[in-house]
C-alpha cells in the first residue's frame, strides 16, 4: 500500500492502492462519517483499514474519534445498571390502570 499526505492546506487523508492500480483515499469528511459505524464495528475490514489509516495520519480526526469512543465507553458503562425493583412495579401499575382507563 501507498501513503500519500495531502498537501498544505487540503483535507487530511491517507491513500492505498488497490489490486487494480485505483487510488483508493479517505478524506476527514468520509471518515467522520462512517465514525459510528467504524466505532461499532459495523463496516468491512478493507474499509476499516482505510480509517484507520486516516486517523493514524489526521490528529483532528483522531481527536473526534477519541471523544466518541469515550463518549461510547461511558454510556456503555452508565447503562449497565438495571432498574430498581419498584420502578418495574410502578411502571407496572401504571400500564394497569392505563389499560383499564382506555377498556373502560
Given at each position: 500500500m501507498?501513503q500519500?499526505r495531502?498537501?498544505?492546506?487540503?483535507?487530511q487523508?491517507t491513500?492505498?492502492?488497490v489490486?487494480?492500480?485505483?487510488h483508493?483515499?479517505?478524506?476527514c469528511?468520509e471518515?467522520?462519517?462512517?465514525?459510528?459505524?467504524?466505532?461499532?464495528?459495523?463496516?468491512g475490514?478493507a474499509?476499516?483499514?482505510l480509517?484507520?489509516?486516516?486517523?493514524?495520519?489526521c490528529?483532528?480526526?483522531?481527536?473526534?474519534?477519541?471523544?466518541?469512543?469515550h463518549?461510547?465507553?461511558?454510556?456503555?458503562?452508565?447503562?449497565?445498571?438495571?432498574?430498581?425493583?419498584?420502578?418495574?412495579v410502578?411502571?407496572?401499575?401504571?400500564?394497569?390502570v392505563?389499560?383499564t382507563?382506555?377498556?373502560?
Amino acid at each position: 500500500m501507498t501513503q500519500e499526505r495531502p498537501s498544505e492546506g487540503t483535507e487530511q487523508g491517507t491513500g492505498a492502492t488497490v489490486g487494480d492500480g485505483a487510488h483508493v483515499r479517505v478524506d476527514c469528511a468520509e471518515a467522520l462519517s462512517k465514525l459510528f459505524a467504524f466505532l461499532d464495528a459495523e463496516i468491512g475490514e478493507a474499509e476499516g483499514d482505510l480509517i484507520r489509516e486516516h486517523l493514524a495520519d489526521c490528529e483532528p480526526c483522531l481527536a473526534e474519534y477519541d471523544i466518541e469512543d469515550h463518549v461510547k465507553k461511558l454510556v456503555k458503562r452508565s447503562c449497565s445498571d438495571c432498574a430498581p425493583p419498584e420502578l418495574h412495579v410502578r411502571i407496572r401499575q401504571q400500564l394497569t390502570v392505563l389499560r383499564t382507563q382506555t377498556l373502560g
